[in-house]
């Protein structure tokens, strides 16, 4: 149920409004105006969650929006071209998300921009995106000279993928989902990489592998990759299909403690990494790629 007491969408963005599936300029200096941030609510209210004044309160999860961007670039003092890859988490209580596409034209127009240092450019990123996202965010740099240091992992589970199962509904049906209340109380993480859904805008794919922990009756395993298969068809935003899910499952299978964490490929140089929980493990979900990013 959602309680609306001025319009969901306070800025009038809308998905439709933005450079997705459109011809665009590629400015190659500075301009932060580039960004375009689309109100979390209005999916929100889809989704069941309360809306008052235009935003989503009283979230069942908390969790972040993890963007890694691996086409940053700039020119220092004396115009000799740097590179660096930039981890942005964005935290999901913010009232926007910023359209990946505006995301990136904001990235090049670094590209011809000159600028002393790398503390230079995080100072801006952390202004510009703090501003899109209407919260703060928290910035990492990671120098070509540091690239060494990154490596790659799996998330941790059992593997759904490996059960035999039919499947003929390719959009997501939450009452597919099932738990045994009967039985005892269990902790579970369960992973596939079978989580495949489309852009909001130009219908195009994208690929993600996704984590399912979670404390409660036992939830039926074949009953969870159908559910999870059900995204094939399905056009949202990567933020917006976690956060389905998340409530989704919380909905139909009612766990005490629930977390969902996708890594999806990157498209244009960025990926993005939603993760929603509503229990602390007392740390961050690792920002480790996996094979497919």
């Known amino acids: 149920?959602?309680?609306?007491?001025?319009?969901?969408?306070?800025?009038?963005?809308?998905?439709?409004?933005?450079?997705?599936?459109?011809?665009?300029?590629?400015?190659?200096?500075?301009?932060?105006?580039?960004?375009?941030?689309?109100?979390?609510?209005?999916?929100?209210?889809?989704?069941?969650?309360?809306?008052?004044?235009?935003?989503?309160?009283?979230?069942?999860?908390?969790?972040?929006?993890?963007?890694?961007?691996?086409?940053?670039s700039w020119l220092n003092a004396r115009g000799k071209p740097q590179v660096a890859?930039?981890?942005?988490m964005a935290p999901a209580d913010s009232p926007n998300i910023i359209e990946s596409k505006s995301f990136k034209l904001y990235l090049n127009s670094f590209n011809q921009t000159r600028l002393s240092g790398v503390d230079e450019l995080h100072t801006r990123l952390q202004k510009d995106l703090s501003q899109g996202f209407g919260a703060p965010?928290?910035?990492?740099?990671?120098?070509?000279?540091?690239?060494?240091?990154?490596?790659?992992?799996?998330?941790?589970?059992?593997?759904?993928?490996?059960?035999?199962?039919?499947?003929?509904?390719?959009?997501?049906?939450p009452e597919v989902l099932k738990a045994d209340p009967q039985q005892a109380i269990v902790e579970e993480r369960?992973?596939?990489?079978?989580?495949?859904?489309?852009?909001?805008?130009?219908?195009?794919?994208?690929?993600?592998?996704?984590?399912?922990?979670?404390?409660?009756?036992?939830?039926?395993?074949?009953?969870?990759?159908?559910?999870?298969?059900?995204?094939?068809?399905?056009?949202?935003?990567?933020?917006q299909c976690v956060e389905r899910i998340f409530t989704d499952i919380l909905n139909q299978c009612k766990p005490q403690k629930l977390s969902v964490y996708a890594r999806y490929t990157r498209r244009g140089g960025l990926d993005i990494n939603p993760w929603r929980s509503n229990f602390s493990t007392g740390k961050m979900p690792s920002n480790q790629r996996n094979a497919r990013q």
């Not at 890859?85 to 942005?88: L, M, N, Q, V």
């Open 85 to 88: 890859i930039a981890s942005i």
């Open 190 to 239: 369960f992973v596939s990489h079978l989580l495949k859904s489309n852009c909001l805008v130009t219908g195009q794919p994208d690929w993600a592998s996704v984590q399912i922990h979670y404390i409660g009756a036992p939830i039926v395993q074949e009953s969870l990759l159908r559910y999870l298969i059900g995204f094939r068809n399905h056009n949202e935003f990567h933020e």
């Open 137 to 173: 965010v928290q910035i990492k740099i990671t120098s070509s000279e540091e690239f060494e240091q990154f490596s790659f992992g799996e998330l941790e589970g059992l593997l759904l993928d490996r059960l035999d199962i039919e499947v003929d509904q390719y959009s997501p049906i």
């Open 1 to 72: 149920m959602t309680t609306q007491n001025t319009p969901i969408n306070e800025s009038g963005n809308t998905a439709e409004q933005s450079q997705l599936g459109k011809i665009s300029a590629y400015e190659t200096h500075y301009n932060p105006s580039l960004l375009f941030p689309i109100p979390r609510a209005e999916k929100r209210a889809e989704i069941g969650l309360k809306i008052v004044d235009g935003k989503a309160v009283n979230l069942p999860f908390f969790g972040m929006d993890i963007w890694n961007a691996y086409e940053v």
